[in-house]
T-cell receptor, first 114, second 119 residues
């Protein structure tokens, strides 16, 4: 069965410093992986997605993620945090079989300190 | 970009009443819509998959008679919480999938959510 594990429930960084949000996945096949961001009381926005093309995926707002099959990881990074990046981040894997179903990780709360 | 709306954005109701939440894809047709539930500080839990013109498929543990889903058109799905109780209070989020063609998974687009409070 597909699953994702977000290794940190809460990450705190200072504005201008790098961001690293960690995600490991479990899949029998090459998965489709996503990172979504959720600002308070708002819907989810897609940051980036990996669908078996380039392993380094660039997303919106300066975020990127690298798919590492050997480590079963798909960590999200950003070189310099901005106050507006404070939000909840979800690592997501697509269920096998083209059902369209998404399986969400538990989420990581990113706090950005001034 | 593709936009999904939800109405209402928040609702407060008395215990025992029913509440209907609408999910609309504004600028595309959605063959499939999904309904999620999110408790405070928690992740999204898929409740059901809604396909236009057919019965919804519910995830294990979700009461289909309590959470009625109707997907009457390619742009509208509704979730009705029947005989709501305080434990049904939650943030309900829908998403819409433009379509599945040739094995390619198109991006899901999420609505802004509906906060339900049952007194």
């Amino acid at each position: 069965a597909q699953s994702v594990t977000q290794l940190d429930s809460h990450v705190s960084v200072s504005e201008g410093t790098p961001v690293l949000l960690r995600c490991n996945y479990s899949s029998s096949y090459s998965p489709s992986l996503f990172w979504y961001v959720q600002h308070p009381n708002k819907g989810l926005q897609l940051l980036l997605k990996y669908t078996s093309a380039a392993t380094l995926v660039k997303g919106i707002n300066g975020f990127e993620a690298e798919f590492k099959k050997s480590e079963t990881s798909f960590h999200l990074t950003k070189p310099s945090a901005h106050m507006s990046d404070a939000a909840e981040y979800f690592c997501v894997v697509s269920e096998l079989g083209n059902t369209g179903k998404l399986i969400f990780g538990q989420g990581t709360t990113l706090q950005v300190k001034p | 970009g593709a936009v999904v709306s939800q109405h209402p954005s928040w609702v407060i109701c008395k215990s025992g009443t029913s509440v209907k939440i609408e999910c609309r894809s504004l600028d595309f047709q959605a063959t499939t819509m999904f309904w999620y539930r999110q408790f405070p500080k928690q992740s999204l839990m898929l409740m059901a998959t809604s396909n236009e013109g057919s019965k919804a498929t519910y995830e294990q543990g979700v009461e289909k008679d309590k959470f009625l889903i109707n997907h009457a058109s390619l742009t509208l799905s509704t979730l009705t919480v029947t005989s709501a109780h305080p434990e049904d209070s939650s943030f309900y989020i829908c998403s819409a999938l433009p379509g599945l063609a040739g094995g390619v998974i198109y991006e899901q687009f999420f609505g802004p959510g509906t906060r339900l409070t049952v007194l």
